[in-house]
């Protein structure tokens, strides 16, 4: 008796079943699972009772027209230089009477609010700030306008 001794196939294990059975016990694990944002040890924050702040701090508006202009808080600077507006910067980075100099900046408060127009050149705005780094002024800030998308 002669038995034919064909070619034999190698057995295949198709692994898509098995990787579909896998993805959806991840995914029962992942909705099943607790997320405990303490999980060992418990931990009580200290409190304080500290009452807010009563004291605004001073505001100096600087204004930069589009040809290069500059007004503080509404009176014209006639020296466009950076000495010349941080001169008229200087008297307003002085600590205020009964600061207690935790503002930064020499014990300061004073905000800076540089009001530039949408035209004025980038140069002008930099001056400014070069102006109230020499006078003191580190807090600066920009006012802008808001279009009437944004309010939707």
Not at 101 to 119: H, R, V, Y
Request: net charge neutral; no cysteine; hydrophobic share 45%.
């Amino acid at each position: 008796m002669r038995l034919r001794s064909g070619s034999r196939d190698e057995p295949e294990i198709n692994l898509i079943p098995f990787i579909d059975v896998l993805l959806v016990i991840l995914i029962f694990l992942m909705l099943s699972t607790t997320y405990n944002r303490f999980t060992e040890m418990e931990v009580r924050l200290p409190t304080a009772d500290a009452e807010p702040s009563t004291t605004r701090p001073r505001e100096v508006i600087v204004a930069v027209a589009a040809d290069g202009r500059y007004a503080v808080n509404r009176q014209l600077v006639a020296d466009r230089s950076v000495e010349g507006l941080a001169a008229a910067l200087s008297g307003f980075a002085k600590p205020e009477a009964g600061g207690n100099g935790a503002g930064g900046g020499g014990g300061n408060n004073t905000i800076l609010i540089i009001s530039a127009d949408a035209a004025a050149p980038h140069q002008a705005v930099i001056t400014v700030m070069e102006a109230a780094r020499r006078a003191g002024l580190m807090q600066i800030t920009f006012a802008t306008q808001t279009t009437g998308k944004a309010a939707r």
